[in-house]
């Protein structure tokens, strides 16, 4: 071998998308249990909003960019950050922290966190529509999801808005767990197992 050769080693990793989407639906099928009345408090929605919503995204998001998605990368990242600092909220919330944190919580603030998402929600579904249309569906009913939670952190329409961010965000898990389904399963048997659905083709030709 000539000394000078340059070699490259390529390191292939699999797809993290499959446990991304699982600890998006994990998390989100909890969370909405409380919104939509079937439980109640948020204690035992905490530990699944930091492992499934924060950790097992935030894998997805390092493992992506190893792959060079920037498109998952992003995504995952940012939900991951998203549980996290949404239970770190609830711990405040809960007096964790002692009541004078607690005692001046503004739920408007995290209305203000919950616009800043809506719009990041709206741009990276604008992507996801030439991804498929699974992981289009699930950033549409995030969509919702998000209108609901501001609105509600405004104190505007309260039992409307918390009732659709509760809907939106069943139905988003639901569909999450289609998608992490389809990302084990396609590769697993070599063929469309679980049909994901073409791109769009609108802003992509």
């Not at 990242?77 to 809960?94: D, E, K, P, Q, Y």
């Not at 659905?197 to 992509?204: A, E, L, Q, V, Y």
């Amino acid at each position: 071998m000539n000394s000078n050769e340059i070699q490259h080693i390529k390191i292939a990793n699999c797809d993290p998308s499959a446990l991304g989407l699982f600890g998006l639906a994990v998390v989100t099928l909890v969370a909405s249990s409380q919104k939509l009345g079937i439980t109640e408090g948020t204690s035992f929605v905490i530990p699944w909003a930091i492992f499934l919503g924060g950790f097992a995204q935030l894998f997805a998001c390092i493992n992506d960019s190893k792959r060079q998605n920037t498109f998952g990368t992003t995504a995952f990242g940012a939900f991951a950050l998203f549980w996290f600092a949404v239970g770190m909220s609830w711990i405040i919330n809960a007096g964790t922290f002692g009541q004078g944190l607690a005692g001046s919580v503004d739920p408007k603030q995290l209305g203000f966190a919950f616009i800043a998402y809506l719009i990041f929600t709206i741009f990276m579904t604008i992507g996801a529509a030439e991804t498929n249309k699974v992981l289009f569906s699930v950033f549409f009913f995030i969509i919702f999801l998000f209108i609901g939670l501001s609105l509600n952190s405004f104190d505007i329409l309260p039992e409307f808005s918390h009732k659709l961010a509760g809907i939106a965000e069943l139905l988003a898990s639901l569909t999450a767990f289609y998608g992490s389904a389809a990302a084990v399963l396609n590769p697993h048997f070599g063929r469309e197992f679980l049909p994901i659905g073409k791109p769009f083709g609108i802003f992509k030709k």
